[in-house]
Structure formats: structure tokens, C-alpha cells
């Protein structure tokens, strides 16, 4: 979730294009960003970017509703008219990759929506998704916490065991529908739903069980 207000580069077109279908619907969106996200610094392509990591709070002012959604943009700003109403038009589509469908299908039921690192380390594999799903190469990389913090190292360890989760195929948790939001202005954003059956309870214990022994690890890799 970039504060700066760029405009979206090639490489972030390219992400948009993995996941880009024919909209189904326009609705008017208004963002309010998670207080408890993280901060961190990545290099995107050789250029250091600021970006801060969390989850998004969306009022859906055309149907009255309100739902949880993660960037689903690394690049790209959120557009100063998706902050207050009347918003801005967002238009939906379904279609995302095999990874990012197996992250949510993998990993979105074990968070705890009160844990700041726990959701920073999803929205930081989510990103990495739309890349090469992995923290240390690729067009995104050297994935550094502002401060350093106990939290932000946290959600690092957690980022890099969902990534590694995907890559051995891990059971899935949950399943889930996946719908884009999309604008040109302002930061796309994924929104996930219960498909069918049913979708287990976040298993808090799961990122806990993570353990300090995984902060030293990360502390190196930063090192």
C-alpha cells in the first residue's frame, strides 16, 4: 500500500494482467486503512519503495456494505478520492493466478485479524504472488521492516512461510472466491469470500506456533 501517488508503472500493468478479467459490476468504494499495518521498504526493479502492509476496510456505498480486502497492487497509490465518500468506481472481476488463489485457499483462514504481523505477512506474500513468490529475488526483494521491530521481522517469517506453503503444495484451509476490484487512479484491491462448504475458523495458534527460533533466522537473512 504505497502513500505515494504515483502512476502505475509497466511493471505494475503487468501484475494487473494476471489477474485482469472483464468487469462485472461498478460499485462506488470507499478505503479505510487498518491502524495496526506495518511499514516496510522493498526493492522493486533496483528502486527502493516504501510501502506499508495491512489490511483494508471497505464501505461498499452502492450496495451498503462493508467487507476486509489487501492490495492487490504493489505500485500503485491509493487515489485521494477513494479515502471519503462519495468514493471512487471500482469495477469487479474474478479471475486471479493459480498462486494467489492457493495463498488464500492455503493460508487466509489462519489469520488472526487482530495481528498486526500476521496480516502484514500475508499482504507481503499476496504481492509476492503477482511476482516470483519469493522475498529474496525477482522483481521485488530485499523485503527490510522500517524500525526493525519484533512485529515487522514476524511478519516477514510469516510472508515467507505462506510463500513456502504454496510452493509445496500445502493443503488447503479453506475455499475461497476471489473477486478484483480495479480502478485506474487509485490501488486495486482483492476481496475474499466463502465458495462452498465450510470455511474453518482463523486458527490463531497456527502463527504461533511460527516460533522465536524464526526471528533469528529472518534477522540474518536482513543482516
Known amino acids: 500500500m504505497n502513500h505515494s501517488f504515483f502512476k502505475k508503472t509497466a511493471m505494475a500493468l503487468a501484475a494487473v494482467g494476471l489477474f485482469a478479467s472483464a468487469s462485472a ?25 516504501d510501502v506499508v502492509a495491512g489490511v483494508f476496510n471497505v464501505n461498499n456505498l452502492t450496495s451498503g456494505t462493508s467487507f476486509l480486502a489487501f492490495c492487490f497492487e504493489l505500485l500503485q497509490g491509493v487515489g485521494v478520492g477513494a479515502l471519503t465518500p462519495p468514493g471512487l468506481e471500482f469495477s469487479a472481476g474474478n479471475a486471479v493466478n493459480a498462486n494467489t488463489q492457493a495463498l488464500f485457499n492455503q493460508s487466509y483462514a489462519t489469520l488472526d485479524f487482530n495481528d498486526a504481523s500476521a496480516l502484514a ?23 527490510i521492516g522500517d524500525t526493525g521491530s519484533f512485529e515487522e521481522d514476524l511478519a516477514l ?7 513456502g506453503n504454496i510452493a509445496a503444495g500445502a493443503p488447503a484451509t479453506g475455499n475461497y ?32 506456533a511460527l516460533g522465536l527460533a524464526g526471528i533469528a533466522a529472518v534477522r540474518r537473512r536482513k543482516a
Do not use: C, H, M, R
Request: charged content about 15%; overall charge negative.
Open 157 to 163: 517469517l510469516v510472508a515467507d512461510t505462506f510463500l
Open 177 to 208: 472466491k476471489l473477486t478484483s476490484w480495479l480502478n485506474g487512479s487509485s490501488q486495486d484491491l482483492i476481496q475474499a469470500t466463502p465458495a462452498t462448504g465450510t470455511v474453518p475458523e482463523p486458527a490463531t495458534a497456527l502463527l504461533g
Open 25 to 49: 459490476q461498478a460499485d462506488s468504494l470507499v478505503l479505510e486503512q487498518d491502524i495496526n499495518s506495518l511499514a516496510f521498504t522493498v526493492n522493486v526493479g533496483g528502486v527502493q519503495d
Open 121 to 143: 505477512g500475508f499482504q507481503i506474500a499476496l504481492w509476492e504472488t503477482l511476482d516470483d513468490g519469493n522475498l529474496t529475488t525477482g522483481n521485488y526483494q530485499n523485503w
